[in-house]
C-alpha cells in the first residue's frame, strides 16, 4: 500500500497543551503532506514538506521527516480548541503529483 | 479567487441507479483529482485528470468514470450504485506541474447517499 499510517487514532488534549501526531509509510516519497478536516469537510492543506528536508514550521505547527525511516510527525503547539479536527498525512509515493491518505488522527482539543 | 467548487453538496441515490458529480477546480489549476471518503476512513484515490486524459487511476471499478472538459472542470460517473459507494466524494485540483510544491486544493465534497 502507498498510503500512510497516522498514529494515534484519536488524542484528547486540553487547551494549551501540545500535540503531536505520527505518520509511517511504505514506499519512497518525493514530499510528504499534512492535511486538516473538519467535521467530514473538504481537507485543509497544512504543510508540505519534501523528501530532502527534516524540518519545516509553519505558525503553530511543526513537521519533521525521517525518510530513512519512513516517518513523519506534525505537532502542534499550544493548542486551541479550534484545532478539534481530523488530520492526515499524505504521501505521493514518489510521483509526485498524485497523493495517497492515511486514516487519518482525530485531534480533540477541551476548552 | 474561488476554490474548488463540488456541485451538488448532498445526494440520495437508490441502488442500481447513475450518478454525476461535478467539479470546478481553483482559478489557474490544471489538474483534478477525485476521491472517496467512507465514514471514519481516509480518502481513497479514484483517479486523476489532466489534458482531458485521466492519468492515473487507483483500485475502483470501472463503474467509476470521470471527465475532464477543456475549462479544466471535471465530472465523476458512477453506475449501477452500490450501497457501498455511500461516502463523500473529494474533488482536488492543482497545478500539475507545482503540486510537488504546493500540493491539492480541495473542494468541499458531495455527500452521496445510496438506499
Known amino acids: 500500500s502507498q498510503q500512510g499510517e497516522e498514529d494515534p487514532q484519536a488524542l484528547s488534549i486540553q487547551e494549551g497543551e501540545n500535540a503531536t501526531m505520527n505518520c509511517s509509510y511504505k514506499t519512497s516519497i518525493n514530499n510528504l503532506q499534512w492535511y486538516r478536516q473538519n467535521s467530514g469537510r473538504g481537507l485543509v492543506h497544512l504543510i508540505l514538506?519534501?523528501?530532502?528536508?527534516r524540518e519545516k514550521h509553519s505558525g503553530r505547527l511543526r513537521v519533521t521527516l525521517d525518510t530513512s525511516k519512513k516517518s513523519s510527525s506534525l505537532l502542534i503547539t499550544a493548542s486551541r480548541a479550534a484545532d478539534t479536527a481530523s488530520y492526515f498525512c499524505?504521501?505521493?509515493?514518489?510521483?509526485?503529483?498524485?497523493?495517497?491518505f492515511g486514516t487519518g488522527t482525530s485531534l480533540t482539543v477541551i476548552p | 479567487d474561488a476554490g474548488v467548487t463540488q456541485s451538488p453538496t448532498h445526494l440520495i441515490k437508490t441502488r442500481g441507479q447513475q450518478v454525476t458529480l461535478r467539479c470546478s477546480p481553483k482559478s489557474g489549476h490544471d489538474t483534478v483529482s477525485w476521491y472517496q471518503q467512507a465514514l471514519g476512513q481516509g480518502p481513497q484515490f479514484i483517479f486523476q485528470?489532466?489534458?482531458?486524459?485521466?492519468?492515473q487511476r487507483g483500485n475502483f471499478p470501472d463503474r467509476f468514470s470521470g471527465h475532464q472538459f477543456p475549462n479544466y472542470s471535471s465530472e465523476l460517473n458512477v453506475n449501477a450504485l452500490l450501497l457501498g459507494d455511500s461516502a463523500l466524494y473529494l474533488c482536488?485540483?492543482?497545478?500539475?506541474?507545482?503540486?510537488?510544491?504546493?500540493?491539492?486544493?480541495f473542494g468541499s465534497g458531495t455527500r452521496l447517499t445510496v438506499v
Open positions: 485528470y489532466y489534458e482531458e486524459e485521466e492519468r
Open positions: 499524505a504521501t505521493d509515493g514518489g510521483t509526485g503529483n498524485q497523493f495517497y
Open positions: 482536488a485540483s492543482s497545478l500539475l506541474q507545482l503540486s510537488t510544491n504546493y500540493g491539492y486544493t
Open positions: 514538506i519534501r523528501s530532502n528536508e
